[in-house]
Nanobody, 122 residues
Framework: VQLQASGGGLVQAGGSLRLSCAAS????????MAWFRQAPGKEREFVSG???????YYVDSVEGRFTISRDNAKNTVYLQMNSLKPEDTAVYYC?????????????????WGQGTLVTVSS
């Protein structure tokens, strides 16, 4: 079972990026998927989640700027990030858990991707 995150990069403030997380080894169509991020010297924090039923959740700091979506046919979850700010700079991780319930604690997730670096310059 593998989650492969991609799409990170260097972007100027106000720019956009789209992260992808492709799952392999099993289907995650009945799993909740989430994105976390970890900035240098900080704890890993919940950014956004989407249940298998389609419910979406966001941390307040990205509400209205980020959009999470999923394509179950492709076993892939996306994070569209617009109006990026320097404080969004972090390594972004995708994660999955076998439940309809989205939780915001990293320990609640069983499967993790390797992370993709997002750097927003001012």
């Amino acid at each position: 079972v593998q989650l492969q995150a991609s799409g990170g990069g260097l972007v100027q403030a106000g720019g956009s990026l789209r992260l992808s997380c492709a799952a392999s080894g099993r289907t995650f169509s009945r799993s909740s998927m989430a994105w976390f991020r970890q900035a240098p010297g900080k704890e890993r924090e919940f950014v956004s989640g989407i249940s298998w039923a389609g419910g979406t959740y966001y941390v307040d700091s990205v509400e209205g700027r980020f959009t999470i979506s999923r394509d179950n046919a492709k076993n892939t979850v996306y994070l569209q990030m617009n109006s990026l700010k320097p404080e969004d700079t972090a390594v972004y991780y995708c994660a999955a858990r076998d439940s309809i319930v989205i939780l915001r604690t990293p320990s609640s997730y069983t499967y993790w991707g390797q992370g993709t670096l997002v750097t927003v310059s001012s």
